[in-house]
């Protein structure tokens, strides 16, 4: 099995060994650190070879993050992994999010993300949580409760930018809790 071109991957190649550390981390390690049983990148000789510099096989991570998306029975049928987006939707149903057939991953991803932030927060008690994220965002919120909180992430999400970025870098280490 190889790597399927996904023009929704292929920013990854531009991205730094260290920031592929964690991404690495996740398709070969469960959350308590073991080795995951279906996983086939540490025992490739390129990546005996060359880790930690990710770069060197990056069609390799990318190969394993679709077959890490993709059912193990499935894979073998199919001749490999699947797509970003087919994964995108798989795990936007998960968590309950509506979107339409049709809809752009980046909508997706979007739409995911604030749902994730939505749930987060919902099971928060903590005023000072929500306090500290008013201040880390600099959302310019006076009234702070949940709604307000949630709103204001939402439309930095939304507008984009490196904020966004930050966002969705917290909420993913919060998913990958479960993973």
């Given amino acids: 099995m190889a790597y399927r071109y996904d023009k929704d991957l292929e920013f990854l190649k531009e991205l730094s060994s260290p920031e592929?550390?964690?991404l690495v981390k996740i398709l070969t390690h469960d959350k308590d650190g073991k080795v995951r049983f279906t996983e086939e990148l540490t025992n490739n000789d390129l990546y005996k070879k060359h880790y930690p510099d990710h770069?060197?096989?990056i069609e390799l991570i990318l190969e394993e993050f679709q077959k890490f998306g993709?059912?193990?029975i499935l894979n073998i049928f199919r001749g490999g992994g699947v797509l970003y987006n087919e994964i995108l939707r798989d795990v936007a149903k998960k968590f309950d999010v509506k979107f339409d057939e049709n809809e752009s991953t980046n909508s997706i991803e979007t739409s995911l993300l604030c749902k994730?932030?939505?749930e987060e927060l919902k099971n928060s008690q903590d005023e000072n949580t929500l306090r500290e994220l008013v201040n880390i965002f600099e959302l310019g919120i006076s009234?702070?409760?949940k709604q307000t909180v949630v709103m204001g992430l939402q439309s930095l999400i939304k507008i984009g930018g490196f904020k966004s970025y930050q966002i969705a870098v917290i909420v993913?280490?919060?998913?990958m809790k479960f993973y």
């Fill in 143 to 145: 009234n702070i409760n």
């Fill in 116 to 118: 994730l932030i939505e």
């Fill in 55 to 57: 770069k060197e096989y």
């Fill in 172 to 175: 993913a280490n919060q998913v």
């Fill in 20 to 22: 592929l550390d964690e």
């Fill in 70 to 72: 993709g059912n193990s």
